[in-house]
């Protein structure tokens, strides 16, 4: 039976990838709450936080995005409620494919940590992974294509190449 030792580069890019995928999630998170008051598309009851003046809200009913009828001020035209509630939809897709994709990453990534072939090459990987992720959150929210896709095919693809060195890893140790 092995002893698991850790490379301390590796384990600080390994970290230092999390904290910032955590940063990442938690502003894309809040960004998509503001896209939600514009849209109208929060719950009836948030219409009373003060968020919703912060956010340019104000008078935009809160109705889960259900509304039939016009907002109540008719200075929020047709064309630009449209715009809001594209937004809306923009941010749900982000985050649910940060949802999708972040945490099956940095499973991989936390796991072939412990049993990296190259612990310089994981280094590089994670690191990539969550530049890929940053990259792919920011060409989906200015609707840059392809960029939105070499984001997401660059963050599946250093997730697997993390997963192939940590299972090359273990083979080595047999």
Do not use: C
């Not at 047709?78 to 940095?106: C, H, S, T």
């Not at 499973?107 to 969550?130: E, M, T």
Request: aromatic share 8%.
């Amino acid at each position: 039976m092995g002893v698991l030792s850790v490379d301390t580069a590796a384990h600080a890019a390994t970290s230092a990838a999390t904290f910032v995928l955590l940063g990442k999630l938690y502003l894309t998170i809040a960004a998509q709450g503001g896209a939600r008051f514009k849209a109208g598309s929060r719950p009836p009851e948030d219409a009373k936080l003060s968020l919703t003046k912060t956010m340019g809200a104000a008078k935009i009913p809160q109705t889960f995005g259900l509304a039939t009828s016009a907002p109540a001020d008719a200075s929020v035209d047709a064309v630009k409620q449209e715009k809001y509630k594209m937004n809306d939809l923009r941010w749900q897709r982000i985050v649910m494919n940060d949802l999708e994709n972040i945490p099956i990453g940095l499973i991989i990534a936390w796991s072939s940590l412990l049993s990296a072939y190259s612990p310089k090459a994981h280094s590089v990987l994670v690191i990539s992974f969550a530049a890929f992720r940053m990259f792919h959150t920011y060409s989906y929210a200015k609707a840059l294509q392809p960029h939105r896709a070499i984001g997401w095919i660059g963050g599946i693809t250093t997730a697997s190449l993390m997963a192939l060195n940590g299972l090359v890893g273990v083979l080595a140790q047999l």
